[in-house]
């Protein structure tokens, strides 16, 4: 086992919060225009009349915020996808953005992979809550898989920017574009929710939440929330298995303030899809897959003796193993003070301590 502590501790942002200010000049006097001689017998040689009457000078300002392009999926749009399925998954509904994965749900991360616009996920840059993500790859060193930092069920938007982030976006890989994500923050009315999944091979799903409401005056208010997904391999054998535990604290403050805490703990456990090439399709075919759970063909694969199937590529040895497996357990907590100093003057510092352990 191998453990991994990542601090990843403040980010701040200061920033002035009034309304955008668009300034537009135009000047539609005919302005002096003074010509030297050479100008006049150059325009008389050409044979043209330059008409100064209807220039028109413009000035354009654009203030607070900026002009790229930014999208956003809502929870109702999220809720039209199956539940458990992953937020980038469902990202791909928007144009330019295309999500791949070997899994109906779009949670297997080694299979998975995103490109917006031609630029990949090493490009992107990928934030919940104002907590960086990293780059969403497998095994990525520098943050947490969207699918084990919040159950989906617990997502309320996703804003996409297609082109570089804003320099607000906590990410050192937004050239290509940004995807931040918010979490759900706990309702104001006291209640809860209960839902099942079921499908075939084998797939369960079982997602609950329970929010406080109201605890005062002042909108103290808090959720918790459980989800587990079971399910079988739809090609060749093993399994799916993941536990996944949220709870978000808001505090209201003074001119609109607030004063949040979310946590996660998630507990997963995935069987792999054998890796394929142009050479396993054409001769062992598209159900290729590992020997879990013939150990003895394993074994026998160990020394030397394959199956029919497997003899029959370039590279038997690499063709099938026993069981690939990935065995994670990651917990994620996150503190955000977002206080309005003024009307016109916003602070926000988010402090959060990701702890991966495979």
Do not use: C
């Not at 159900?287 to 038997?316: C, F, H, M, V």
């Amino acid at each position: 086992m191998i453990k991994k502590r990542i601090f990843l501790t403040i980010s701040t942002l200061l920033s002035g919060i009034g309304s955008p200010l668009f300034v537009y000049a135009q000047n539609n006097a005919a302005p002096a225009v003074i010509k030297s001689d050479l100008e006049k017998r150059a325009e008389k040689n050409d044979g043209k009349k330059k008409n100064t009457a209807n220039n028109v000078e413009s000035i354009a300002v654009f203030g607070h915020g900026s002009t790229r392009q930014t999208m956003s999926i809502g929870r109702a749009s999220m809720q039209q996808s199956v539940p458990g399925t992953s937020a980038l998954k469902v990202l791909n509904e928007l144009p330019g953005v295309l999500y791949q994965s070997a899994d109906p749900f779009g949670v297997y991360e080694y299979s998975s992979q995103i490109f917006m616009r031609g630029f990949s996920q090493s490009q992107l840059g990928f934030t919940l809550d104002d907590v960086p993500l990293g780059d969403q790859q497998f095994n990525n060193y520098n943050g947490l898989g969207i699918t084990r930092a919040i159950i989906s069920d617990n997502i309320g938007n996703v804003n996409v920017s297609q082109g570089a982030g804003g320099i607000d976006v906590a990410s050192t890989s937004n050239l290509g574009g940004a995807v931040e994500i918010h979490s759900m923050d706990p309702s104001h009315k006291r209640g809860g929710a209960v839902s099942q999944t079921f499908g075939s091979n084998a797939t369960f799903r079982t997602f609950a939440r329970l929010d406080s409401g109201d605890l005062n005056e002042s909108g103290t208010r808090f959720s918790v929330s459980y989800a587990r997904l079971n399910g079988d391999l739809w090609k060749g054998h093993g399994y799916d298995h993941s536990d996944q535990v949220n709870a978000k604290l808001v505090q209201p403050l003074a001119r609109e303030s607030s004063f949040k805490v979310f946590f996660d703990w998630s507990s997963t456990q995935q069987f792999d899809y054998q890796d394929m090439t142009k050479n396993w399709l054409s001769t062992a075919g598209s159900s290729l897959s590992n020997y879990y759970p013939d150990y003895t063909a394993a074994y026998q694969a160990a020394q030397g003796t394959y199956p029919a199937q497997i003899s029959k590529t370039n590279d038997p040895k690499d063709a099938a193993y026993y069981a690939g497996t990935a065995n994670r357990v990651d917990y994620l907590g996150g503190v955000t003070l977002d206080e309005n100093l003024t009307s016109n003057l916003n602070w926000k510092t988010t402090v959060f301590d990701p702890y991966l352990d495979w």
